[in-house]
């Protein structure tokens, strides 16, 4: 079955920290480009950070770059995203995706990040 899986999202200070993970199973990780987007409220859903498949490559949205940091690990089938200096606006549900070159692509549930002022 496949599945991706977040997790460590919570509430935060602004300013403070927090790591998501994106686990995956039921598919080879290595084989796919992976994205973190993120859903603000009441607002559409946006990409945050991408990164190639053999991690070479990563593009990031404006409003994260420099405090965002996304990275694989493809022996332990997991995506991360570092996050610094959060700040209010960061608050949402974050998702990530798993995407082949033929345009398969797996979602996960999401995991909500709320960051307080």
């Known amino acids: 079955q496949v599945q991706l899986a977040e997790s460590g999202g919570g509430l935060v200070q602004s300013g403070g920290s927090l790591r998501l993970s994106c686990a995956a199973s039921?598919?080879?990780?290595?084989?796919?480009?992976m994205s973190w987007y993120r859903r603000p409220p009441e607002k559409g859903r946006e990409l945050v950070a991408a990164?190639?498949?053999?991690?070479?490559?990563?593009t990031y949205a404006d409003t994260v770059r420099g405090r965002f940091t996304i990275s694989r690990d493809d022996a332990k089938h997991t995506v991360y995203l570092q996050m610094n200096n959060l700040k209010p606006e960061d608050t949402a549900v974050y998702y990530c995706?798993?995407?082949?070159?033929?345009?398969?692509?797996?979602w996960g549930q999401g995991t909500q990040v709320t960051v307080a002022s």
């Open positions: 995706k798993a995407l082949d070159l033929s345009g398969q692509s797996y």
């Open positions: 039921g598919f080879s990780l290595s084989d796919y480009a």
């Open positions: 990164i190639s498949k053999i991690g070479t490559s990563t």
